[in-house]
Nanobody, 127 residues
Framework: VQLQASGGGSVQAGGSLRLSCAVS????????VGWFRQAPGKERHFVSN??????????NYADSVKGRFTISRDNAKNTVYLQMNSLKFEDTAVYYC???????????????????WGQGTLVTVSS
């Protein structure tokens, strides 16, 4: 299973970026896919996930990004996107996408809920 995250970059506060996570080796519609981020010197934290289609394919968000970020999935491209609007300085981090092998009953917001990880893409927001 390979995950390729892209779309990071430098942007001013209030700007937007769209991250992509292209996956090979798994059909994303059958798996929960998550986005996490890790700021320098800090732990990796949950940002958003999208459930497998059989469970509604709904998106979930950390409170800190709710209303600003939108997760989506393109089944034809086997790619998950994270649209990030109204970016803030505190959104600066390396963003990682991850795929869960199993469906769990809980919200799946912990790193250990996921089995496969991409290499990360850096988002830098200047104030």
């Amino acid at each position: 299973v390979q995950l390729q995250a892209s779309g990071g970059g430098s942007v001013q506060a209030g700007g937007s970026l769209r991250l992509s996570c292209a996956v090979s080796g798994r059909t994303l519609s059958r798996h929960t896919v998550g986005w996490f981020r890790q700021a320098p010197g800090k732990e990796r934290h949950f940002v958003s996930n999208i459930r497998r289609s059989a469970y509604g394919g709904s998106g979930n968000y950390a409170d800190s990004v709710k209303g600003r970020f939108t997760i989506s999935r393109d089944n034809a491209k086997n790619t998950v996107y994270l649209q990030m609007n109204s970016l803030k300085f505190e959104d600066t981090a390396v963003y990682y996408c991850a795929v869960a092998e199993r469906h769990l009953a809980g919200p799946m917001i912990q790193t250990y809920d996921y089995d496969y990880w991409g290499q990360g893409t850096l988002v830098t927001v200047s104030s």
